[in-house]
């Protein structure tokens, strides 16, 4: 009988402590009671009464069904413990932050889940989801329905908790998209690649990869795997610091934000700015954005990149590799002394015009394109 009472509590302890206990670490939230995830809109303050810990919390957004946050780096929350309180970072900012320095969150651990508390001058605010919801979308408050005050902290894993980049150009048989992560992060998926641009021309630009197995964190950036499926295309946030890449000719947004008193965002300018998709001959490009691309018409998409034009150049930016960019550039200057007719191939050989393959050459210091 001592022994069971002894397993019994054991038992007790052990689920205690498990649920007692945040490391540090890469985590998503979700409610226990609506079963929705914590997403950041945007990093705005808006009012804050530290009197009455009356905090605006309309930034923060809670959606549900794990697709609407499995390729959204909003939803990726790095818990970093202080003394016996945490903040809680995400999209470049954290709770420390949005107080101005003033104080961390309360995790407090009760019915299989936690209490979010801010506690300041004696006051003290709790973070609740909302019980109503517009298509998935719900929202945090101070105050609520008891049932909602619970909160899991669900580890990031590359299984059932997984972040995955979601494409949005396919050619052939590649899938290409951008990223703005305020994380580092390493490949955790097959066959994925990196880059970011370092070098423009009229009608191209210069893809690099970057080749460090850390990904840094805040650096905008290209990717291409083989997969239209995130599931496929796993990546896995870290902690080590590694230095972003020089000469990065991308620009990154983490907001696309349009509500009231939380404008967040990067307004689109067609004179300065391209986005990735597809040229007229279906090859992979910077080019100039449609209002469906673009969010309320106007902004730059959360999490995000756009290339940065220089004001003297027009058209699409056709995105070739370092290889490819750099024999072009070579070519074009050796054809413009040479004034003919003669097809080059991409690494400067003459080509037979007679037997030419499908492919890209350049004759006249212009590109063709052979199909």
């Known amino acids: 009988m001592k022994r069971i009472v002894l397993i019994t509590l054991v038992s007790i302890l052990t689920t205690f402590q498990a649920i007692a206990q945040v490391a540090n670490g890469f985590y998503r939230v979700q409610n226990n009671a609506s079963s929705r995830y914590i997403t950041l809109r945007d990093n705005a303050v808006g009012t804050v009464d530290y009197s009455s810990t009356n905090v605006d919390l309309s930034n923060i957004v809670t959606w549900s069904g794990f697709d609407k946050v499995k390729s959204n780096p909003a939803s990726i929350i790095y818990v970093e413990q202080h003394d016996s309180k945490y903040d809680l970072k995400v999209q470049g900012t954290g709770i420390y932050a949005i107080t101005g320095g003033r104080t961390y969150l309360e995790l407090r651990p009760k019915d299989s889940g936690y209490i979010l508390a801010v506690t300041y001058n004696g006051m003290e605010g709790r973070l609740y989801d909302s019980e109503e919801d517009v298509d998935g979308e719900g929202y945090v408050k101070r105050s609520g329905n008891s049932a909602y005050q619970?909160?899991?902290?669900?580890?990031?894993?590359?299984?059932?908790?997984?972040?995955?980049?979601?494409?949005?150009?396919?050619v052939g048989d590649n899938y290409y998209g951008t990223l703005y992560a305020s994380?580092?992060?390493?490949?955790?998926?097959?066959?994925?690649?990196?880059?970011?641009?370092?070098?423009?021309?009229?009608?191209?630009?210069?893809?690099?990869?970057i080749t460090s197995e850390v990904i840094p964190a805040a650096t905008p950036l290209v990717f291409m795997c083989s997969s239209n499926d995130p599931a496929n295309n796993k990546v896995i946030p870290v902690t080590d610091?590694?230095?972003?890449?020089a000469s990065n000719m991308l620009g990154g947004t983490y907001f696309a934000s349009t509500t009231s008193g939380h404008k967040v965002n990067v307004r689109y300018d067609e004179s300065s700015m391209r986005v990735l998709g597809k040229n007229d001959a279906g090859e992979l490009a910077f080019v100039k954005a449609t209002s469906d691309?673009?969010?309320?018409?106007?902004?730059?998409?959360?999490?995000?990149?756009?290339?940065?034009?220089?004001?003297?150049?027009?058209?699409?930016f056709q995105a070739l590799s370092s290889g490819e960019y750099t024999g072009i550039r070579n070519i074009n200057a050796d054809t413009k002394n040479k004034a003919d007719d003669t097809i080059y191939t991409l690494t400067g050989t003459k080509a037979n015009a007679k037997t030419l393959r499908p492919g890209i050459y350049i004759q006249s210091g212009k590109k063709v394109v052979i199909k």
Request: contains cysteine.
């Open 150 to 170: 619970y909160w899991s902290f669900i580890p990031v894993d590359t299984e059932n908790n997984y972040i995955g980049l979601q494409p949005t150009v396919q």
């Open 183 to 209: 994380y580092p992060f390493k490949a955790a998926s097959s066959g994925i690649k990196f880059y970011y641009v370092d070098a423009i021309a009229e009608g191209k630009c210069r893809l690099q990869e």
């Open 241 to 245: 610091e590694t230095t972003a890449p």
């Open 293 to 316: 691309y673009l969010t309320k018409k106007h902004y730059i998409p959360m999490n995000t990149c756009w290339l940065n034009i220089p004001e003297e150049y027009t058209g699409d």
